[in-house]
């Protein structure tokens, strides 16, 4: 297998069940403390914020999302858009910051989600292409694994 993966410069590998655990801590402290619901929130926008707090600035950048699911995690919680599948699969938007593609990446029967995870991170690591990498994993299952991936970098 010798075809050459294109990735963009600037990566973001979400672990969404994650992702959904911690937007669903969110709501569930301040709902009862605002005493009111709280809104989805813009998944475009939670990716601008996590670009920006990576440190990219406005320009023509390219942010490539990569968001590893299960069949327990297969639509984000409390985001919108939410359908992993149908709107956030090859999907991209753009703002004064770039453009923002999307990826969503099952993990199927054959392997665990932590597994696929952790694969797509030494293929980021391997890349050339990539100058940075933003992560959101699940570190309470993984974290370690993770760190140790990271040692080398």
Do not use: W
Not at 35 to 49: A, C, I
Not at 78 to 101: D, M
Not at 126 to 141: C, H, R, T, Y
């Amino acid at each position: 297998m010798s075809e050459k993966i294109h990735l963009s410069e600037n990566v973001l590998l979400i672990d969404v069940a994650f992702l959904n655990f911690v937007m669903s801590d969110l709501k569930r402290y301040f709902e009862p403390l605002l005493k009111r619901q709280l809104p989805d929130v813009d998944f475009s926008e939670l990716s601008t914020y996590l670009a920006l707090d990576a440190g990219i600035t406005e320009g023509k950048n390219e942010i490539q999302t990569l968001l590893v699911y299960d069949d327990e995690s297969a639509a984000l919680e409390n985001c919108s858009p939410s359908n992993l599948k149908e709107e956030l699969n090859g999907v991209a938007f753009t703002n004064q910051f770039g453009e923002f593609s999307f990826a969503s990446v099952p993990c199927a029967d054959m392997v665990s989600r932590e597994d696929l995870y952790l694969d797509l991170l030494h293929i980021v690591l391997d890349s050339a292409d990539v100058k940075k990498l933003i992560l959101i994993s699940f570190n309470e299952e993984y974290g370690a694994k993770v760190t140790e991936a990271l040692k080398d970098v």
